[in-house]
């Protein structure tokens, strides 16, 4: 076989793989998605954050607050809700349950105080919780059988001997436990319709059933108990907090609700998809028009992104919300910055006249710590999300996280290797503008200075964060009930709706309106300050129902909520700060960190002014938005640092001599990397407009908060970082940069070798 028909062979194997890659992916995104797990917002139902406090007034311990998730959760598994979702924050409870059709039915059923009695095989009440110490069940060893126990602490021992003393001398000596017990449901023995006992086993299934334990009493007991059986561990200690969950005396108040209709949330979901495709669906194109072949292979390396991404959201039982579909977005656009910035080394060593394979190897090489650094930055601010952030900020952290991860390895690996693929078969060595879109051309930025007009920036981003700092100190912001508490109705009508005729109808109700959106024609959006309890949303959905036939969804949030999300927010900002700070210091110097956290500030700011200019809403998720471009705005800043760096070790032997290199040094760094900025800049901005103009109105603000930032992170990039880092760098020209402690003279950096892919 003759050397072009190796070629040729090579190419069709080569594209192949890349189409059979593709399909698989494709194939597989499909039902998937249809398997995944949605949250409120996208499968409607009920969410309610819950305080716990006890009623004798002290305070609130671990094992109380185990024991009444023990009883919710039971609860809750009885309503029949398919993966509800039950988590601790604190002393407070938030109970997630997707798909419910009666959150009413739902709301009275968890919060109700636990009930725990003792009844015989007739289900005859016998004793209450009240002959047991509060909190008297603890897990105990018997040496001798060598199984677990059940030790019941009894208060009233008279009682407790005269119960047990009669129900030995019965025909039918059992006793049972019961939790919340339901004559209507629950019984000792299962009968028929005739009144028959059709099984023996008691309690029936006890897995299913609110009986606890069930035993034979033989003699009277004066004394403390043990129950007996052949219990593991697990079990016992699961049967001792649901005791003491009903026997100890806690309150449940209700501090913060939501209810989203089924067809609301079918809404939601519906357009999102359709603007993340539209999404999605541009980002690939404009690739395959900046970087032909190697842009197509970027493009299905987006498609397995996507697939192995909600792959592994839906294994670690993630629920997908409108927060989380964002998170995804913004992991879409670090794949494509690290495509972006390896194709961006691989055209500047073609422009030095290196073959394709050397350029590719090379650019490889060079581009693997940018992506490195540049991921991890994100990887920090995404791990402080999850920490501090409430649930639905929590979720979207996690898909941030895992996106951040699959990112990296996708698209430093795979897509990789798929390009080496396309790069051995030696068919575009002539022909680099097909293969990757190079052209000898000139730059556009080839002659700009980016530090010259530094003052003037300076003073003019001064003056805006002086006047906005002034506008909202005299004006404030436009704060969500997240931040000030109240509730939020939202209405959606068959037929068109008015914002005054809405406004009246709340007036009518009782509640104050704090603020009134006209969504669409036939959907009004209203804050109301009041706080609704379970009785004000009911009369409230009922009122609009039968007034327009509206589906109404509404969410509530008290003073104490307010309090926490606020103290969260600002511990995050904090630690995301410290954490970066900490990471840029040790990649870099500590004039980096500093002119990076001045930039984020920078950002930061910017962004609030134009929310509070613009009077746009600030919610709990606007907090996930700007450390969202605190990561992202890190990545620019990040690479440019990177190329600063290297500039410096590569053009002056890591020691500036006058003002004029270190001028020269920075711009020279910056002309090299501005068009990546803009392209990654462009390529992210795209699924973010697409979700602004088809997506959801739930995310609106949030979609708002992310252009914005995107837009002013790359200008501060640009702008601020690097221009500060050279005002702190003039006072060490001439000095030599130090080594850090794990550098070695001797070697540089270099990624991971995996055969195969990348050598």
Same mark, same amino acid.
């Given at each position: 076989?003759?050397?072009?028909?190796?070629?040729?062979?090579?190419?069709?194997?080569?594209?192949?793989?890349?189409?059979?890659?593709?399909?698989?992916?494709?194939?597989?995104?499909?039902?998937?998605?249809?398997?995944?797990?949605?949250?409120?917002?996208?499968?409607?139902?009920?969410?309610?954050?819950?305080?716990?406090?006890?009623?004798?007034?002290?305070?609130?311990?671990?094992?109380?607050?185990?024991?009444?998730?023990?009883?919710?959760?039971?609860?809750?598994?009885?309503?029949?809700?398919?993966?509800?979702?039950?988590?601790?924050?604190?002393?407070?409870?938030?109970?997630?349950?997707?798909?419910?059709?009666?959150?009413?039915?739902?709301?009275?059923?968890?919060?109700?105080?636990?009930?725990?009695?003792?009844?015989?095989?007739?289900?005859?009440?016998?004793?209450?919780?009240?002959?047991?110490?509060?909190?008297?069940?603890?897990?105990?060893?018997?040496?001798?059988?060598?199984?677990?126990?059940?030790?019941?602490?009894?208060?009233?021992?008279?009682?407790?001997?005269?119960?047990?003393?009669?129900?030995?001398?019965?025909?039918?000596?059992?006793?049972?436990?019961?939790?919340?017990?339901?004559?209507?449901?629950?019984?000792?023995?299962?009968?028929?319709?005739?009144?028959?006992?059709?099984?023996?086993?008691?309690?029936?299934?006890?897995?299913?059933?609110?009986?606890?334990?069930?035993?034979?009493?033989?003699?009277?007991?004066?004394?403390?108990?043990?129950?007996?059986?052949?219990?593991?561990?697990?079990?016992?200690?699961?049967?001792?907090?649901?005791?003491?969950?009903?026997?100890?005396?806690?309150?449940?108040?209700?501090?913060?609700?939501?209810?989203?209709?089924?067809?609301?949330?079918?809404?939601?979901?519906?357009?999102? !998809? @359709? $603007? &993340? =495709?539209?999404? +999605?669906?541009?980002?690939?194109?404009? *690739?395959? #028009?900046?970087?032909? %072949?190697? /842009? !197509? @292979? $970027? &493009? =299905?390396?987006? +498609?397995?992104?996507?697939?192995?991404? *909600?792959? #592994?959201?839906?294994? %670690?039982? /993630?629920?997908?919300?409108?927060?989380?579909?964002?998170?995804?977005?913004?992991?879409?656009?670090?794949?494509?910055?690290?495509?972006?910035?390896?194709?961006?080394?691989?055209?500047?060593?073609?422009?030095?006249?290196?073959?394709?394979?050397?350029?590719?190897?090379?650019?490889?090489?060079?581009?693997?710590?940018?992506?490195?650094?540049?991921?991890?930055?994100?990887?920090?601010?995404?791990?402080?999300?999850?920490?501090?952030?409430?649930?639905?900020?929590?979720?979207?952290?996690?898909?941030?996280?895992?996106?951040?991860?699959?990112?990296?390895?996708?698209?430093?690996?795979?897509?990789?290797?798929?390009?080496?693929?396309?790069?051995?078969?030696?068919?575009?060595?002539?022909?680099?503008?097909?293969?990757?879109?190079?052209?000898?051309?000139?730059?556009?930025?080839?002659?700009?200075?980016?530090?010259?007009?530094?003052?003037?920036?300076?003073?003019?981003?001064?003056?805006?964060?002086?006047?906005?700092?002034?506008?909202?100190?005299?004006?404030?912001?436009?704060?969500?009930?997240?931040?000030?508490?109240?509730?939020?109705?939202?209405?959606?009508?068959?037929?068109?709706?008015?914002?005054?005729?809405?406004?009246?109808?709340?007036?009518?109700?009782?509640?104050?309106?704090?603020?009134?959106?006209?969504?669409?024609?036939?959907?009004?959006?209203?804050?109301?300050?009041?706080?609704?309890?379970?009785?004000?949303?009911?009369?409230?959905?009922?009122?609009?129902?039968?007034?327009?036939?509206?589906?109404?969804?509404?969410?509530?949030?008290?003073?104490?909520?307010?309090?926490?999300?606020?103290?969260?927010?600002?511990?995050?900002?904090?630690?995301?700060?410290?954490?970066?700070?900490?990471?840029?210091?040790?990649?870099?110097?500590?004039?980096?960190?500093?002119?990076?956290?001045?930039?984020?500030?920078?950002?930061?700011?910017?962004?609030?002014?134009?929310?509070?200019?613009?009077?746009?809403?600030?919610?709990?998720?606007?907090?996930?938005?700007?450390?969202?471009?605190?990561?992202?705005?890190?990545?620019?800043?990040?690479?440019?640092?990177?190329?600063?760096?290297?500039?410096?070790?590569?053009?002056?032997?890591?020691?500036?001599?006058?003002?004029?290199?270190?001028?020269?040094?920075?711009?020279?760094?910056?002309?090299?990397?501005?068009?990546?900025?803009?392209?990654?800049?462009?390529?992210?901005?795209?699924?973010?407009?697409?979700?602004?103009?088809?997506?959801?109105?739930?995310?609106?603000?949030?979609?708002?908060?992310?252009?914005?930032?995107?837009?002013?992170?790359?200008?501060?990039?640009?702008?601020?970082?690097?221009?500060?880092?050279?005002?702190?760098?003039?006072?060490?020209?001439?000095?030599?940069?130090?080594?850090?402690?794990?550098?070695?003279?001797?070697?540089?950096?270099?990624?991971?070798?995996?055969?195969?892919?990348?050598?």
């Amino acid at each position: 076989m003759n050397r072009k028909n190796k070629q040729k062979e090579n190419l069709f194997t080569s594209i192949c793989i890349c189409i059979m890659i593709l399909l698989i992916s494709i194939l597989g995104l499909t039902p998937l998605i249809k398997n995944l797990n949605f949250g409120l917002d996208l499968a409607g139902g009920f969410e309610v954050l819950y305080k716990i406090d006890s009623l004798d007034g002290s305070d609130v311990t671990t094992d109380m607050v185990n024991s009444t998730y023990k009883i919710i959760e039971k609860r809750v598994n009885g309503l029949g809700v398919s993966e509800p979702e039950i988590t601790i924050e604190g002393n407070n409870i938030r109970v997630q349950l997707a798909g419910v059709d009666n959150a009413d039915q739902a709301r009275k059923t968890i919060s109700k105080v636990g009930s725990l009695t003792f009844r015989d095989s007739s289900d005859n009440l016998l004793m209450t919780s009240d002959v047991l110490t509060s909190g008297g069940a603890q897990v105990s060893y018997n040496n001798k059988t060598g199984n677990y126990e059940v030790s019941l602490s009894i208060k009233d021992k008279d009682t407790f001997y005269k119960v047990t003393n009669e129900l030995s001398k019965s025909d039918s000596p059992y006793i049972a436990i019961w939790l919340d017990f339901d004559e209507n449901s629950d019984s000792y023995y299962k009968y028929d319709d005739e009144g028959s006992v059709i099984n023996t086993e008691k309690c029936g299934d006890l897995v299913n059933s609110n009986c606890l334990s069930y035993a034979s009493v033989k003699q009277g007991f004066a004394s403390d108990v043990v129950i007996q059986g052949k219990f593991t561990k697990d079990e016992v200690t699961e049967l001792v907090e649901l005791i003491n969950s009903g026997s100890m005396p806690t309150n449940l108040s209700e501090i913060s609700s939501r209810t989203v209709t089924a067809s609301f949330g079918e809404n939601s979901l519906n357009k999102t !998809f @359709i $603007a &993340s =495709v539209i999404g +999605v669906s541009l980002i690939m194109l404009l *690739l395959i #028009i900046l970087y032909r %072949v190697s /842009g !197509f @292979i $970027a &493009s =299905v390396g987006m +498609v397995v992104y996507l697939f192995v991404t *909600l792959g #592994i959201f839906h294994l %670690v039982g /993630g629920k997908l919300t409108l927060q989380g579909i964002a998170a995804l977005v913004i992991g879409i656009g670090m794949a494509v910055d690290s495509a972006v910035i390896s194709f961006s080394r691989i055209k500047e060593e073609l422009k030095k006249k290196n073959t394709l394979r050397i350029s590719y190897e090379k650019g490889n090489k060079q581009s693997f710590i940018s992506i490195l650094d540049a991921n991890v930055t994100t990887l920090i601010a995404a791990i402080i999300l999850f920490i501090f952030g409430e649930s639905s900020v929590k979720g979207f952290a996690t898909m941030l996280i895992i996106s951040i991860i699959t990112t990296f390895v996708i698209m430093v690996y795979l897509v990789r290797y798929l390009i080496k693929l396309f790069v051995q078969t030696d068919k575009f060595n002539k022909h680099t503008n097909l293969f990757i879109g190079y052209k000898e051309n000139k730059e556009l930025f080839s002659k700009f200075d980016f530090i010259k007009p530094r003052k003037i920036v300076f003073t003019v981003v001064s003056l805006i964060i002086i006047a906005g700092s002034l506008l909202i100190g005299f004006k404030g912001l436009n704060l969500g009930i997240d931040f000030k508490g109240g509730s939020t109705i939202t209405v959606v009508s068959k037929d068109n709706i008015k914002v005054k005729e809405i406004s009246k109808d709340i007036k009518e109700l009782g509640y104050t309106v704090s603020k009134t959106e006209q969504v669409n024609d036939n959907t009004v959006y209203v804050t109301i300050s009041d706080v609704l309890d379970n009785e004000g949303t009911e009369s409230t959905e009922s009122y609009f129902n039968e007034k327009y036939e509206a589906t109404t969804s509404v969410g509530s949030v008290s003073n104490i909520v307010k309090k926490n999300l606020t103290m969260n927010a600002i511990k995050a900002l904090i630690i995301a700060c410290i954490a970066i700070v900490i990471y840029i210091s040790i990649r870099f110097r500590f004039s980096n960190a500093i002119s990076s956290i001045v930039a984020l500030v920078h950002d930061s700011l910017l962004v609030v002014i134009i929310f509070a200019f613009l009077r746009l809403e600030v919610s709990s998720i606007f907090i996930a938005a700007i450390l969202s471009i605190i990561g992202y705005s890190i990545n620019n800043t990040i690479v440019i640092f990177d190329r600063i760096r290297e500039n410096k070790e590569k053009l002056y032997k890591n020691k500036i001599k006058n003002i004029s290199e270190l001028e020269e040094l920075v711009n020279v760094s910056l002309r090299q990397t501005i068009t990546r900025c803009l392209i990654t800049t462009i390529t992210t901005l795209l699924p973010v407009v697409a979700l602004i103009i088809f997506g959801s109105y739930e995310i609106l603000n949030f979609n708002l908060a992310l252009l914005f930032g995107l837009i002013v992170g790359t200008f501060s990039s640009l702008f601020i970082a690097s221009q500060l880092w050279f005002m702190i760098e003039k006072r060490n020209i001439g000095k030599p940069m130090k080594k850090k402690w794990y550098e070695d003279d001797s070697k540089e950096v270099e990624e991971l070798k995996v055969k195969g892919i990348n050598c």
